[in-house]
């Protein structure tokens, strides 16, 4: 079974700093990975999703960017962040049947 | 627009109760349908899923249901327990549209003891 790590875990950054989140991913190859967003109480809003190495995809325009350096890797980034991007990061990957999806344990930033 | 919409948003239910969480979707092309339970703080965990070839699996205490003509489908948690309590989350997604989930808004569900 495959597991995903983020970090970190909490994050707390003000207004027009820099960003970067991490996600790995062990016991599988090529998977599909995805970053999603969660606002407090709220549903799961897909931002980026990836299909392999180099190639990202975006869902929604914002402030934020993908990269995918290696093939378990996935990166989030922004150049400056707004206080509108805080919220729960979640790292997600299929497995090799590209239909079930799992998530990582997810990241908290707050922008002050 | 919301592809997937998902009812009720909040559940209170006793302790050995059924709890139901209904689903409804319009993209008749999609073909997978996966309910997800998130606990405070944490990440969704995939807890069970469905292909419309069959109207209905079972993994035990936790039941979907498929209505494929009705374009709707329900998770049933019988016997529902304190540790129950939790975010539910249904989505569906198209097989060649790179695993893609579409999810619903998510329903919380409180457990009394």
């Known amino acids: 079974s495959q597991t995903i790590h983020q970090w970190p875990a909490t994050l707390v950054q003000p207004v027009g700093s820099p960003l970067s989140l991490e996600c790995t991913v062990e016991?599988?190859?090529?998977?599909?990975l995805y970053w999603y967003r969660q606002a407090a109480g709220r549903g799961l809003q897909l931002l980026f999703y990836s299909v392999g190495i180099g190639q990202i995809s975006s869902e929604v325009p914002q402030n934020l960017s993908a990269s995918r350096p290696q093939d378990r890797q996935f990166i989030l980034s922004s150049k400056k962040l707004l206080l509108s991007d805080s919220g729960f990061y979640l790292c997600?990957?299929?497995?090799?049947?590209?239909?079930?999806?799992?998530f990582g344990p997810g990241t908290r930033l707050t922008v002050t | 627009q919301q592809q997937v919409k998902q009812s009720p948003q909040s559940l209170i239910v006793q302790k050995g109760g059924i709890s139901i969480i209904n689903c409804a979707y319009e993209n008749t092309a999609f073909d997978y349908f996966p309910w997800y339970q998130q606990f405070p703080g944490k990440g969704p965990a995939l807890l069970i899923a469905i292909r419309p070839d069959v109207s209905e699996k079972k993994e035990g205490r936790f039941t979907i249901s498929f209505n494929k003509s009705a374009k709707q489908f329900s998770l049933h948690i019988m016997d529902s327990q304190p540790g129950d309590s939790a975010t539910y989350f249904c989505?569906?997604?198209?097989?060649?549209?790179?695993?893609?989930?579409?999810f619903g808004a998510g329903t919380q569900v409180v457990v009394t003891p």
């Open positions: 989505a569906a997604s198209i097989g060649d549209s790179w695993g893609k989930l579409q």
């Open positions: 997600a990957s299929t497995t090799s049947s590209r239909y079930e999806q799992y």
């Open positions: 016991g599988t190859s090529n998977p599909n």
